[in-house]
């Protein structure tokens, strides 16, 4: 005999214990991963492909609106609820991960009970035989409408400040003549260090050809965004000095002084008149 043959058969009441307990661990890992499903903001799924049977966790058709005997455990069913000017692109998607393994992430809109779309992002695993043959594939599906919906306001928001900054930037450098060679430069809108050099460059150009005697720069409507751009207006008014032009500030703001000063920078203003307004400004310039 065998050592096997020897070795005690174990009794039925031994058999039915291992039976219970190999019972209640299953049913205690059932409940983890329910808990876990319902933890999770994402909907899970779980695709048998031999058979074209699909496993919808309750969070994922509820995020549709669905309750869980509304959408039928089947492939058929997941693809029909898919928009279908998205269709064509998930088919893809799918048989691009199962046919050449290319990594299951894609973004389309599914109808959900309203009759309404969400913007849903899936993503999954596959498994295959080793023949090559695929054999189940599982993943998750995450409503992403709000946060596509935030991102588009937000994108929304940045073009259109950028188009406000450009159409600042298209009205150039409105350099006004007021006679006798008096030339105002009146600053709007935010002033940052590129839009600083433009105006240098523009500004200069003009003192030079125009044979200015003077300028005026009023900051009453402007907003210098940095100390690059301050330091290329402390630039723009010693080069004015440098082509023959006195030059003159007015409007300045209780916030700029403070930067300048903080800046070190009023030993360079020294020389260049300071006004309230722009009429005390001009007076000064012609006098």
């Known amino acids: 005999m065998t050592d096997t043959e020897d070795a005690p058969r174990p009794s039925y009441e031994e058999l039915q214990r291992h039976c219970d307990a190999l019972t209640h661990e299953l049913n205690e890992s059932s409940i983890r991963f329910e808990l876990i499903l319902e933890a999770s903001n994402d909907g899970v799924w779980d695709w048998d492909l031999t058979r074209d049977e699909v496993m919808f966790s309750r969070r994922w058709k509820s995020i549709l609106g669905y309750?869980?005997?509304?959408?039928?455990?089947?492939?058929?069913?997941f693809f029909a609820l898919i928009h279908p000017d998205d269709q064509a692109a998930v088919q893809a998607a799918v048989e691009e991960h199962l046919q050449r393994r290319v990594p299951y992430d894609v973004q389309f809109r599914m109808r959900d009970k309203s009759g309404g779309y969400r913007e849903i992002r899936a993503?999954?695993?596959a498994t295959w035989a080793e023949d090559g043959t695929?054999?189940?594939m599982a993943g998750t599906h995450t409503d992403m409408t709000e946060t596509n919906a935030q991102a588009r306001e937000r994108l929304k928001r940045e073009e259109l400040i950028e188009l406000q900054r450009a159409?600042?930037?298209s009205l150039g450098t409105p350099l006004l003549d007021l006679g006798e060679g008096v030339l105002c430069l009146p600053l709007i809108g935010a002033i940052d260090h590129d839009r600083a050099a433009e105006m240098t460059s523009a500004v200069l150009e003009r003192v030079s050809r125009d044979g200015a005697r003077a300028l005026i720069v009023d900051l009453t409507a402007a907003v210098i965004a940095d100390e690059a751009a301050s330091a290329r207006l402390l630039t723009l008014l010693r080069s004015v000095a440098l082509?023959?032009?006195?030059?003159?500030?007015?409007?300045?703001?209780p916030e700029l002084a403070r930067r300048l000063v903080e800046q070190g920078s009023t030993e360079q203003l020294k020389g260049v008149p300071v006004h309230r307004t722009l009429g005390a400004a001009l007076r000064a310039a012609l006098a």
């Open 167 to 169: 159409t600042i930037r």
């Open 134 to 136: 695929p054999l189940r």
């Open 123 to 125: 993503r999954g695993q």
């Open 243 to 253: 082509l023959g032009a006195r030059r003159s500030l007015c409007g300045l703001s």
């Open 67 to 77: 309750e869980s005997d509304e959408v039928e455990d089947r492939s058929a069913a």
